[in-house]
């Protein structure tokens, strides 16, 4: 293998001749072999829009061009237009994902994300000499620094590219609960009018229909859908051009006021510089603040999980009121036993966003005076758990909600065959009676119904009535009439 030798503060490293990293990847890769994971893929191409962003900027205020104020010897014999030109493909490239594999840093490193950035910086340095027809590591001619990172800082664009991918991730998010919400949604219908047994504290409590209990779900995940939408507007304020500290040192002031609107045209999101950038450069609360969002829908999604897992335990010896569909075998030893395995994933997705929100909050509270160190792990929990939400709530969807069917005669089975039925008499026979029913019921077995016509207590058809779905769903009771004077 070919090398080709490049050199920072510290020394010099070989680096294969090809590659497109350079020496501050190098350096970085042999530092934090740590997570064994990249940097998500959201952000890399993130990193791509706002490279371009203050490339285009750059070239406005007349960077790259034939009047460059750095002089005309800048650009070696190829000329500063062309120079842009290859600059900005590279970005592009690296904005549609086709740069990917070239970004080999760890999720997790120290240096505020410095790493990411430099890894980004040699990748689109090094394509554009690519272009140009010139070898990787001929910095001279565009520099990783001097040109890639002109008037940029890791502490503007690594917050402001987190922000751009978290937002993209988001509406990804969003598409997918309100699949999930349609899905549950559908089936509050097909289930409306199948009775069966509410329960509190796993107890038979009160009669209540599959739909009633679907239709809770839906609108559980309803919420979590606004939440959602409404948490973009956390992430849309940038400190880009805020440079080290938010003070934009180095940076050209019109560079300052001009980056994040090229920015907002390329990505098409509503972004907006923050009017205090030495703030926005200090604080992360924000991120806080939209994971708590992530966590209330991972709440949801682990509730309804189990629920889903308890309503179809059995098929024998459980409710058995669901059937879930089968998704593949459930057992190396017992023949024909099928389990729940895609609730038990969602769940699992849960758990693990409510230890990244741990993990992110701390890492937010942790910064120190003008800079919070711990942008990697900030990035790596939100981004993930992002990622893990939005093939959740797909794979819930797909493979589980969709195809859920009702065993009606079991549901009504349960319904009628336990002391739960009673509550609805309590109107009509006084809670004393009813309770006497209760006890009776549970010593001797058999049928409400029948004890209750045998009793003389009512007509088989006020019965029927009072115990049918749309009865024991209906929001409180008629008013008695008056007795008569």
């Known amino acids: 293998m070919k090398y080709r030798t490049e050199h920072d503060l510290l020394g010099e490293l070989e680096i294969p001749a090809d590659a497109l990293y350079g020496i501050h990847t190098q350096r970085a890769v042999e530092n934090f072999p740590i997570a064994g994971r990249g940097v998500n893929p959201a952000l890399i191409h993130a990193f791509g829009a706002v490279k371009l962003a203050c490339a285009r900027t750059n070239h406005d205020l007349g960077y790259w061009t034939e009047t460059d104020p750095r002089g005309p010897s800048r650009h070696s014999d190829l000329g500063a237009p062309n120079c842009f030109a290859a600059i900005e493909q590279a970005c592009n490239e690296m904005l549609d994902g086709l740069l990917d594999e070239h970004i080999v840093v760890d999720a997790l490193q120290g240096g505020a994300g410095t790493s990411t950035n430099m890894n980004v910086n040699e ?7 690519q272009i140009l027809g010139r070898p990787p590591g001929e910095y001279q001619t565009i520099s990783p620094t001097d040109d890639i990172n002109l008037h940029q800082s890791t502490n503007d664009t690594y917050p402001t ?24 949604q559908a089936k509050e219908k097909q289930f409306a009018n199948i009775l069966k047994i509410g329960r509190t504290q796993y107890q038979d409590a009160v009669p209540t229909t599959l739909g009633r209990e679907f239709g809770a779900y839906a609108d559980a995940i309803a919420r979590d859908r606004w939440r959602v939408y409404k948490c973009e507007e956390r992430l849309r304020v940038v400190n ?5 500290i938010g003070t934009g040192l180095n940076a050209p002031r019109q560079f300052i006021f001009r980056a994040t609107e090229n920015l907002r045209a390329i990505t098409g999101l509503g972004l907006a510089r923050a009017e205090n950038l030495v703030e926005a450069t200090q604080n992360t609360d924000a991120f806080v603040e939209v994971h708590g969002i992530l966590k209330a829908l991972a709440s949801n999604l682990l509730k309804i999980s189990a629920d889903l897992r308890v ?17 593949q ?18 769940g699992q997705v849960g758990m693990l966003v409510f230890a990244n929100d741990i993990a992110l909050a701390m890492a937010c509270s942790m910064g120190n005076l003008e800079l919070n160190a711990f942008m990697p792990v900030i990035a790596d929990c939100l981004l993930g758990s992002l990622d893990m939400l939005t093939a959740a709530c797909r794979v819930f969807r797909a493979y589980c909600i969709e195809g859920i069917e009702a065993d009606e005669q079991r549901c009504r089975r349960h319904a009628h065959g336990g002391t739960a039925m009673i509550t609805a008499l309590v109107d009509e026979i006084g809670y004393e009676r009813a309770s006497d029913l209760a006890v009776r019921l549970s010593r001797t077995g058999g049928s409400l119904r029948e004890l209750v016509l045998a009793e003389g207590l009512m007509s088989a058809e006020r019965f029927d009535e009072i115990t049918s779905p749309q009865y024991v769903t209906k929001l409180g009771s008629r008013p008695k009439k008056p007795a008569a004077p």
């Open 123 to 129: 990748v689109l340095a090094n394509r554009a000499l």
């Open 161 to 184: 590219s987190l922000k751009v991918a978290a937002v993209r991730l988001l509406r990804e998010l969003e598409r997918e609960t309100i699949g999930l919400l349609d899905a549950f």
């Open 240 to 244: 880009l051009g805020g440079t080290a």
């Open 311 to 327: 309503l179809s335990s059995g098929p024998s010896g459980g409710f058995g009121e669901i059937r879930l569909p089968a998704r």
């Open 329 to 346: 075998a459930g057992s190396s030893i017992m023949p024909g036993k099928v389990n729940p395995v895609i609730p038990e994933a969602v």
